[in-house]
């Protein structure tokens, strides 16, 4: 257990390095913040309560966005690329000899990452978003908190398909493909586009029932009180079913693939 | 009487100087694009793969507004194919730009793990070999999409065409493309000096065809005022799209700036050329 909190606290770090680059995406993210919300509010203009929403929850939808995106890693950017690239290059064999579980690894490495991205490239988008524009924040404290169990259980679900993805090297040796296809779904799914809400019929109600959605919508959706007592549990049992479904399938497709590990020579 | 031999060197040489560099860089970067297009097309399977991700990739971004659509009838008081036309000038534009600029946003890598250096010591342009550097043809997954909504919106769209209107059209992609260049090569002249901050140069770029491709009444008025006068991303689509479209311009603007896209476009690079030899005269090597 020790082992694994030194592996997050080195997560953290090490994107905590970047000082120059994380306040380049905080401002990156704060443009795209309010390019989408200029485009959200003629939305709601047009369609005041659309998919639930009132203006003001639209638009923290919109911030709280920016503020996921690197945290729940909607678009990629994390481990994924890293083990695909030992994997194609065998170093993968080094790191199965390791006294460590290779899947709780790279989650404890996520795990910081995501905490140094909450703090590093979510906060500050999130003030000057409610700087600019009428947000809707909690009344009640016991969202931030409610908020925030319901993220962590998005960042575990967002390792989960990342660590899927990366494994299908072994299959694939090169990943890049996969990882664009899951970067393509991260982005669509997720409801970074716009509020899975408002994804009509059919594909709405897939696009909700996906792993995906617990990336953005719901996370979003306690944030903005949607859901309460037995509805919060539930909200929560969703992310937590996907995160378990989605680390046992990880862990079988691991024993699959580290039986298919062949070291040359040496 | 001696005959010259060889050309002298001499004034008119000197003159010269400034022109045959540029035919020197274009050359160069033609090798180099050459280069990288033999090797693309080595991985045919991975190439499509890639192109078509691409493809997918930028076109949720109008996925994205039909999904609007579907909930409504006008954004901004602007119909969808008046969108699409929006969208289709600033994304080709964009596109083009993207595929034979695109690299230049590596910049800052390259000054971070020092292979920089390498291309300063070779005989051809810096900007040559960092523009060509690992040409992707996969973008043009990006330039498809964009002429395809390009496309669908001429040909749902009701203008009273003239020949003005028509002889725009290839003058905005093409001057809208040269000013987003100049943007590229500015954000990756800044990379010489903030090395990992390669984002902020996404937000001009990715961030400002974004912008475009919705209308400007969408945006507040400082927000376009500060793409027209600033950073002059409006000259891309809005003013000379609005005029094909028969709209009011933001800001009260005159009805000639619809013309001035090749003259901004001109000046925007003679101020990136600017920043980028500014740049690259500071840059200091990480000695590594």
Known sequence: ?266 | MEAAAGPRPGTAEVAFADRSRLVEGVRAYGLIVAMWLRSTLAYRASFVMTTVGNFLMTGFDFVTIMLMFSHVDALGGYTLPEIALLYGVSASAFGLCDLLLGSVGRLGQRVRDGTLDTLLVRPVPVLAQVAADQFALRRLGRISQALLVLGYALVTLDIAWTPLKVALLPVMVLSGAAIFGAVFVAGAAFQFYAQDASEVQNAFTYGGTTLLQYPPSVFARDLVRGVTFIVPLAFVSWLPALYVLGRDYPLDLPRWVAFLPPLVAGGCWVLAGLVWRVGLRSYRSTGS
């Open chain 1, 1 to 266: 257990m020790r082992l694994y909190a030194v592996v997050a606290a080195g997560g953290f770090r090490r994107y905590a390095t970047y000082r120059t680059a994380t306040l380049a995406g905080v401002f990156t993210n704060t443009v795209f913040g309010f390019i989408v919300a200029y485009t959200y509010l003629a939305l709601w203009d047009e369609r005041p309560r659309l998919g639930g929403y009132d203006q003001s929850e639209a638009l923290t939808y919109v911030w709280l966005g920016q503020a996921l995106l690197m945290t729940c890693a909607m678009m990629g950017a994390g481990f994924e690329s890293e083990l695909t690239e030992r994997i194609r290059t065998g170093d993968i064999a080094v790191d199965l000899y390791r006294p460590a579980d290779l899947q709780l690894w790279w989650l404890a490495g996520d795990l910081g990452r995501a905490a140094f991205h909450l703090l590093g490239r979510g906060v500050a988008p999130m003030v000057l978003g409610a700087l600019a524009f009428d947000l809707a924040l909690p009344d009640s404290p016991w969202m931030w908190p409610a908020f925030l169990v319901s993220v962590l259980l998005g960042v575990v679900v967002s390792f989960a398909l990342r660590f899927l993805v990366a494994l299908s090297a072994f299959w694939l040796m090169d990943g890049a493909g996969a990882l664009q296809m899951a970067m393509l779904a991260g982005l669509f799914f997720s409801g970074m586009l716009l509020p899975l809400t408002l994804f009509p019929g059919v594909l709405g109600e897939v696009a909700r029932a996906l792993p995906w959605s617990s990336l953005l919508q719901v996370p979003a959706d306690v944030f903005l009180g949607r859901y309460t007592g037995w509805g919060l549990l539930r909200a929560y049992a969703f992310q937590a079913g996907w995160a378990v479904a989605l680390l046992l399938a990880g862990r079988l497709l691991q024993t699959v693939a580290t039986r298919r590990v062949v070291v040359q020579g040496g």
